[in-house]
């Protein structure tokens, strides 16, 4: 009887886990439907290309991620173990790249993206080497970004 209990608590925490990737993912269908709503209202075509293709990409990612979960959920629970830390460092990078976009413009905000989600992905020990890859192929990657939005989708960039 001791087995069917276990047992019980392990589909619970199943459970559990799956419940909050689906409300995830259903908030994030409906701010894609959402998206895709509101551009029907841009008055220039053009400008409304990249967000109903990042609308709809959202929309299936989060779609199958539903799918997922309701045919096969995780038996993990939720975030697990792992540095907090390291996720608000990420999260609030990313928050305070949108604040300060505006006002510095979008390579610097992007170096400020980098350096803070560089800092809290890198597990191992930093070394010389390292950081001269890291930088130089994240400049790189930075200034091609910046280019393909300015020069070719005409996205103007703060």
């Given amino acids: 009887m001791s087995q069917d209990n276990s047992h019980n608590i392990d589909k619970k925490s199943v459970t559990g886990s799956s419940v909050g990737s689906l409300i995830v993912s259903i908030f994030f269908i409906l701010a894609g439907f959402l998206t895709l709503y ?3 209202s841009y008055t220039d075509a053009d400008s409304s290309v ?26 993990d629970e939720g975030f697990g173990r ?17 604040f300060v976009m505006p006002y510095i413009g979008f390579l610097l905000a992007a170096v400020i993206s ?3 989600g560089m800092v809290a992905a890198m597990h191992d020990r930093w070394s010389l080497k390292a950081l001269i890859v890291y930088l ?13 939005f300015r020069y070719v989708l005409y996205v103007p960039l703060p």
């Fill in 136 to 148: 130089g192929s994240g400049a790189l990657i930075m200034v091609v970004f910046y280019m393909l």
């Fill in 82 to 98: 792992g540095s907090w830390w390291r996720r608000l460092l990420l999260v609030s990078t990313m928050l305070l790249t949108c």
């Fill in 114 to 116: 980098f350096v803070g």
């Fill in 50 to 75: 990249f967000p109903q293709a990042a609308a709809i990409l959202l929309i299936i990612c989060a779609s199958v991620s539903t799918l997922q979960n309701l045919i096969r959920p995780m038996a």
């Fill in 38 to 40: 509101d551009t029907r």
